[in-house]
């Protein structure tokens, strides 16, 4: 089963402009992570942020976590055509497998 | 250093047959997930396997079965295929000292006839 809802489903955006997705989630965790997957082949991780941190930085991607809200944020800034994927978040609890959200798609117009 | 790999790509089976997937993890990573991935019903947790033992499974029924090999690449068995078995299935594998970071190789898409 899913742990949580993604959102939007669906964005589509310009070239250049920041793009940002959340995820909102079920239960305890001891991280969340974003992944992001290309034309359904495999998932390519972004970032991960444990429970004990609010905000995180990885070049372009900026993930806040909001564990009273069980929710989650990726912003991407200054988009490209090449962000164009699916974008997941994924949590991970005291058993070790992922559990995903349902994701976004992501197009990035030229 | 190579990535996860799966084998095959792709896969055309009928109804009732048995079917194989392989993967070989990163080197030095213990841990190996597997994920079914079928159109509309989102990433589902399958099998996880650390050491040669079946760690967990997710809400699958028996005839979805694996193993892990000492040299810790694994296999995904399921039998008495079925239409809804058709997805992609995505390995994946991990360090435990990198928290729970899994590193996902590029997938073998099943198509159940």
């Known amino acids: 089963s899913q742990q949580g809802e993604e959102d939007p489903q669906a964005l589509s955006i310009q070239e250049g402009e920041n793009a940002t997705m959340n995820c909102s989630y079920k239960?305890?965790?001891?991280?969340l992570q974003w992944y992001r997957q290309n034309s359904g082949r495999g998932l390519v991780h972004l970032i991960l942020i444990r429970s004990n941190e609010r905000e995180k930085h990885s070049g372009r991607l900026r993930v806040t976590l909001d564990t009273s809200k069980k929710s989650s944020s990726l912003l991407i800034t200054a988009s490209r055509a090449a962000d164009t994927a699916s974008y997941f978040c994924?949590?991970?609890?005291?058993?070790?497998?992922?559990?995903f959200g349902s994701g976004t798609q992501l197009t990035v117009l030229p | 250093e190579a990535g996860v790999t799966q084998s095959p790509t792709h896969l055309i089976k009928t109804r009732g047959q048995q079917v194989t997937l392989r993967c070989s993890p990163i080197?030095?990573?213990?841990?190996v997930y597997w994920y079914q991935q079928a159109l509309g019903l989102g990433l589902q947790f399958l099998l996880w396997?650390?050491?040669?033992?079946?760690?967990n499974r997710g809400n699958f029924p028996p005839r979805f079965s694996g193993r892990q090999f000492p040299n810790y690449s694994s296999e995904l068995n399921v039998n008495a295929l079925e239409l809804e078995d058709s997805a992609l299935y995505l390995c994946?594998?991990?360090?435990?000292?990198?928290?729970?970071?899994?590193?996902f190789g590029p997938g073998t898409r099943l198509t159940v006839l």
């Open positions: 994924a949590t991970a609890g005291s058993a070790r497998q992922l559990t």
């Open positions: 396997y650390d050491e040669g033992e079946e760690r």
């Open positions: 239960t305890s965790i001891n991280n």
């Open positions: 080197s030095g990573h213990t841990s």
């Open positions: 994946a594998s991990s360090y435990f000292r990198e928290g729970n970071t899994q590193y």
